[in-house]
């Protein structure tokens, strides 16, 4: 981009103040000549000399000095020279001056503009004052930076908790080869299991990043799609799951349409319905599934039985790698710890909002909005 240099903004700024200063003076001058000196008369009328005597000659009268147009002039255009420089000098004092106090939030704004492209993010203007343009620009500005330092920070923690989680199976397979190694002539079915167990692990949980990835990017095509088919698709599949657990499944509701990629929204409902069954009563226990339209929002809330919840513990359920330990479950779907960090993924590049809300009998209940479609 070609940046050319020119004059800063403060110095147009006192150029614009002295500039209007000098059009009210000119304008005032204007005025005095319009209404004033232009009705002077150029010549004096005789009428206005003392009267003849009877010979002939003026008879003796005080001394009186009648200016004209003429002598006004050359008595007023110097003092309204003076007067147009002063304004001149004022306007560009009182103008740089001014320009400046203006200006001055802006300069705190630039400020911590380079801090931040920098690298500095804990950095905030908190502009005091009155509430004014300039106050709302640095509310907006400390806004955009609390929540890219809360997004960096969490970016931070994502790849920290990934690398362990990867690393961790990772490292149980070399081990295990290890011991083949050393003991070939061991159960080898049972360390070929072992094996696969973990690579599996270590393959759902590069699937589960490459799906939140792909969520948190938003590159996915639009098309319309049933909320309420999704929750029947997703209430068929985990069924066996649902019946091996002695989890009642209910799926109610009416059509919800929305607009988005069916894939992910199939699972998203699929997760959110999967762990309702894991996260429930050892048996006995309920999911319920309602999907509906409510004006222009789609909705799908689930709610299952189980356990009080503290709502510290729920607010955190939506971290990669926070898994709710302190719920009922079985080491049959350990998870990997994204299940709800890829629904709030998904959920948030569809344009739409995640509550999780504890009863307080117990249990949880999850609601997704949506915008709906026609």
Do not use: K
Request: hydrophobic content about 45%; proline content about 6%.
């Amino acid at each position: 981009m070609d940046r050319r240099p020119g004059p800063s903004v403060r110095l147009r700024l006192t150029l614009s103040y002295a500039g209007f200063v000098m059009l009210v003076g000119g304008l005032l001058l204007v005025t005095v000549w319009v209404f004033l000196l232009r009705y002077v008369p150029e010549v004096i009328d005789d009428a206005r000399l003392p009267a003849p005597a009877p010979d002939g000659s003026r008879l003796p009268a005080p001394v009186m000095f009648v200016p004209n147009r003429s002598d006004l002039l050359r008595a007023f255009a110097p003092r309204a020279a003076a007067v147009l420089a002063l304004l001149l000098f004022f306007g560009l004092l009182g103008g740089w001056i001014l320009a400046g106090r203006m200006l001055a939030p802006l300069n705190r704004i630039t400020h911590a503009t380079r801090m931040a492209a920098g690298g500095s993010l804990s950095h905030r203007i908190r502009l005091a004052g009155r509430d004014d343009e300039f106050r709302e620009l640095s509310d907006t500005f400390d806004s955009m930076l609390e929540q890219l330092e809360s997004h960096v920070a969490e970016q931070q923690r994502f790849a920290a908790n990934a690398s362990h989680e990867l690393r961790t199976p990772l490292a149980i397979s070399r081990a295990l080869l290890d011991v083949a190694r050393r003991e070939p002539t061991g159960a080898g079915g049972e360390l070929i299991e072992r094996l696969h167990t973990v690579n599996q692990r270590a393959i759902d949980l590069t699937e589960a990043l490459l799906l939140l990835s792909r969520g948190d990017r938003g590159a996915f095509t639009r098309e319309r799609v049933d909320l309420s088919l999704l929750a029947e698709e997703a209430a068929e599949t985990l069924l066996p799951l649902a019946e091996r657990r002695r989890i009642t499944l209910d799926v109610r509701g009416g059509a919800a349409l929305t607009s988005g990629s069916a894939e992910l929204l199939l699972r998203m409902v699929t997760n959110l319905v999967q762990n309702a069954i894991v996260h429930n009563l050892p048996a006995g226990g309920t999911v319920t599934v309602l999907t509906e339209a409510c004006g222009a929002t789609s909705m799908v809330r689930i709610e299952n039985t189980g356990r009080r919840l503290p709502p510290a513990l729920v607010s955190t359920f939506t971290e990669p790698f926070r898994r709710g330990t302190e719920r009922v479950r079985t080491d049959e779907h350990a998870g990997v710890g994204l299940g709800l960090a890829i629904v709030h993924s998904i959920v948030r590049a569809h344009g739409g909002t995640l509550d999780l809300v504890p009863p307080p009998h117990g249990g949880l209940v999850v609601t997704v909005r949506l915008p709906g479609t026609p």
